[in-house]
């Protein structure tokens, strides 16, 4: 089997809808992403601050991808921070070990495999019996 390095530098990622719920004392945002870089990256990882009505930093909290994401496959990242009342505005940075996501691109829909360079999946053999 062949072995791809992961990306080093800038990695293009793309993005649906962050759902954020709030579940007890804690918020939590699920972010669904798509690698569309040539190559795996390495723990993507998701900073997200809250901010109050004036600006200031309130909470914040980090949802990380262990493990390397292969291009064109699809995972979700999950970030809980603990809740404020006074949380009304949030901003999210990617970033992984190798680098940054400089533009994460948001979608309506992601579908996986589609990635350029990605192989395509083979369907599932049906068993006979």
């Given at each position: 089997k062949k072995f791809t390095p992961p990306i080093k530098g800038?990695?293009?990622?793309?993005l649906t809808k962050p759902v954020t719920t709030?579940?007890?004392?804690m918020v939590v945002t699920k972010i669904t992403v798509k690698n569309t870089s040539p190559g795996p990256i390495a723990r993507l990882t998701?900073?997200?601050s809250w901010y109050d009505a004036?600006?200031?930093l309130v909470a914040g909290g980090k949802g990380v991808i262990n493990g390397l994401l292969q291009p064109g496959e699809v995972q979700t990242i999950v970030i809980e921070t603990p809740?404020?009342?006074k949380m009304k505005a949030n901003q999210w940075v990617f970033s992984h070990a190798n680098g940054t996501v400089p533009k994460p691109k948001r979608?309506?829909?992601?579908?996986p495999g589609d990635s350029k360079d990605a192989p395509a999946a083979k369907p599932a053999a049906s068993k006979k019996k």
């Open positions: 800038a990695a293009e990622v793309e709030k579940v007890k004392d998701v900073d997200e004036s600006g200031a809740y404020s009342a979608v309506d829909k992601l579908t």
